[in-house]
């Protein structure tokens, strides 16, 4: 399979890749909260953050059927491993639409929010590149 532009940014922590692979009006659902992110700008603020804050973070596996694809990473964050998907919904021109994030287990659930919500709240997070 090839690589969509939205796996290779996300593979190269390149947020400026990642903003450009967004639909402008995407739906973003992070497993910490309950109402979607709308739009690119309210997505990306959490995803610079999550950038910033998942360590040894690869792709482990992929299915692709027409527009949709789940896509299996693990990671790090602290001394928390994070098992997970992002299931992905692209348009003809191959933006993503929808992304839906889940994390397993509980405690790295856990781990996640606490280090993005530090770094939504100093105002930092990945600058891509």
Do not use: C, K, N
Not at 39 to 58: P, T
């Amino acid at each position: 399979m090839t690589d969509s532009p939205f796996r290779q940014a996300v593979e190269a922590q390149d947020a400026d890749r990642l903003t450009a692979a967004l639909h402008p009006d995407v739906v973003f659902r992070s497993p910490a909260v309950h109402a979607p992110y709308a739009g690119r700008d309210a997505a990306m603020a959490v995803l610079r953050a999550v950038l910033a804050v998942f360590e040894q973070f690869r792709y482990v596996a992929e299915v692709r059927a027409g527009a949709d694809e789940v896509l299996r990473f693990t990671a790090r964050v602290g001394d928390r491993e994070v098992d997970g998907v992002d299931i992905v919904r692209y348009d003809a021109a191959g933006l993503v639409t929808e992304l839906t994030v889940m994390i397993r287990p509980m405690s790295a659930l856990h781990a996640v929010a606490e280090a993005v919500g530090a770094q939504l709240a100093r105002g930092t997070g990945g600058t891509g590149g």
